[in-house]
Nanobody
Framework: QVQLVESGGGLVQTGGSLRLSCAAS????????MGWFRQAPGKERELAAA????????DYADSVNGRFTITRDNAKKMVFLQMNSLKPEDTAVYYC?????????????????WGQGTQVTVSS
């Protein structure tokens, strides 16, 4: 099992940046595909970015591609989401998630463990 704790959310103006962090517990962090999902009020949870177990592959939602960067540090059991050029439509609760699948997954159904979420609010 793995426990996930997110941090780094907050309030930022349009065009600003935030860096989300996710700390994982457990001894097998490097065996999990990791993802950052987000859920805005009244909307379904959607994938923002995902990263493979080694960090060699990444996948992004079209809406964040070129603005967000997902990275991981397996030695420190951490995954990060650097968010630049933020827009009001990026406002959501952001969740860190871990998948036991071998390859990158984009569906929330493929993720087994979830953090509690961190709020990101982008003001116009």
């Amino acid at each position: 099992q793995v426990q996930l704790v997110e941090s780094g959310g907050g309030l930022v103006q349009t065009g600003g940046s935030l860096r989300l962090s996710c700390a994982a517990s457990g001894r097998t962090f490097s065996t999990y595909v990791m993802g950052w999902f987000r859920q805005a009020p009244g909307k379904e949870r959607e994938l923002a970015a995902a990263i493979s177990r080694t960090g060699s592959e990444t996948d992004y939602a079209d809406s964040v591609n070129g603005r967000f960067t997902i990275t991981r540090d397996n030695a420190k059991k951490m995954v990060f989401l650097q968010m630049n050029s933020l827009k009001p439509e990026d406002t959501a609760v952001y969740y860190c998630a871990a998948s036991t699948r071998v390859t990158i997954r984009t569906s929330s159904n493929d993720y087994n463990y979830w953090g509690q979420g961190t709020q990101v609010t982008v003001s116009s």
